[in-house]
């Protein structure tokens, strides 16, 4: 997240707290406070109320984080790695390395935090009650006990990128069996929580001509935001994972036969086609040998090119990574991730290549793939 910084580590996770977390304390230490200073005035004189505004404001700050351990718990319980926690103006986030490979698995993910909360708001209302506090720490425990429920109740809205959004999410990946399914459903329906409440944010000024309520168009545009990603996400990982490597191929495959004659090469490849820099070259049975570049073409002089074998001018491929012609494009695109490389060759049975892959050739098929759906 842009303008967080790291202040330490809990139970081994990074924890970062983002700038816009300070103006959310300051405010919620002044509102507390003030409302301490007015409801005891008898008890708390001088800064003591903004004190115990500021301890309220942390206390609360611990709740939010007490629920991304939840998350975080059950997702180190599942072997994902949680890459980092952190306080932003709308509460926490805690940002796993990869999904939970079962339904399951990411439903408990998602109900840990909300559970925390729940057990949260149990224990301070307990507190209260037999423990028979009284006077501001009364208050403040209230408090506290009210706002773990509001942080239950609100993550629990069925919608992304909401905890109920994920619980939504896992459940039509159960039902369906399709992770991606999922993803976009529950996106959908975060978007029409955005929607509702940037209308409920809209509204005090159209029924009332009064300010609008901020807070709710801030939330509307937040979740809006995040759901409208999360649905492009899962459309996008639903296409490559229908896709198999032999889908995204390079068009007008790049491979030639070592024993054609560099004319020959030049003719059939090169004169009139879409201009590339390098080609795949095979044997007689079509297995990889190397690759020749067209700007080593220079070295040989035209007239001697009917003469010259292109396996003559061709290099050794030493680590090109290939994968089978079936495996998903899912799995293709996150190699080419792992690896940082940008091509990658696909095989077919008995070792025979059937041709190259490319980024762009993915993107270009993905493209494609969304023009061809009706909208
Ligand atoms: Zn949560």
């Known amino acids: ?175 369906t069996n399709n992770p991606y399914k999922g993803i976009i459903f529950a996106s959908r329906v975060g978007q029409a929580f955005g929607w509702l409440a940037i209308i409920s944010g809209l509204i005090p000024t159209f029924l009332f001509s009064s300010f609008p309520n901020f807070w709710n168009i801030l939330i509307g545009l937040f979740l809006l935001q995040n759901a409208g990603r999360s649905a492009q996400y899962g459309e996008i990982q639903g296409a490559l994972a229908d896709l198999t490597a032999v889908d995204a191929i390079v068009p007008d495959n790049p491979i030639v036969s070592e024993n054609l004659s560099l004319r020959e090469f030049v003719n059939e490849y090169i004169i009139g086609k879409e201009s590339r820099k390098e080609f795949l070259v095979t044997d007689e049975v079509g297995q990889l040998l190397g690759i020749i570049n067209v700007d080593d073409l220079k070295i040989v002089n035209t007239s001697e090119w009917p003469l010259v074998k292109v396996k003559e001018l061709m290099k050794p491929v030493t680590n090109m990574e290939a994968v089978n012609a079936q495996t998903t494009l899912l799995e293709v695109v996150s190699l080419l991730e792992q690896k940082q490389i940008n091509e990658l060759t696909v095989i077919g049975e008995n070792g025979v290549l059937v041709g190259l892959i490319e980024k762009s050739s993915i993107r270009r098929l993905l493209e494609k793939k969304s023009q061809a759906k009706p909208a």
């Open 1 to 175: 997240m842009n303008g967080s910084f790291r202040v330490g580590n809990l139970f081994g996770i990074p924890f970062y707290i983002n700038s816009s977390w300070f103006l959310v304390l300051g405010l919620l230490t002044f509102t507390y406070g003030g409302n301490l200073a007015t409801q005891f005035p008898q008890e708390l004189g001088g800064i003591f109320p903004w004190i115990l505004g500021l301890i309220t404001a942390l206390l609360l700050f611990s709740s939010v984080l007490a629920h991304e351990l939840g998350h975080s718990f059950v997702a180190l319980s599942q072997g994902i790695e949680v890459k980092s926690i952190t306080l932003f103006i709308f509460g926490g986030l805690a940002s796993l390395d990869r999904e939970s490979k079962t339904p399951a698995e990411a439903f408990w993910v998602a109900i840990a935090g909300p559970l925390v909360s729940i057990v949260l708001f149990g224990l301070f209302t307990a507190i209260n009650i037999y423990a028979a506090t009284t006077g501001p720490v009364a208050s403040i425990i209230q408090l506290l006990a009210y706002i773990n429920l509001v942080l239950a109740l609100f993550n629990l809205i069925p919608g992304l990128p909401l905890d109920g959004g994920n619980i939504l999410k896992s459940i039509v990946w159960k039902i």
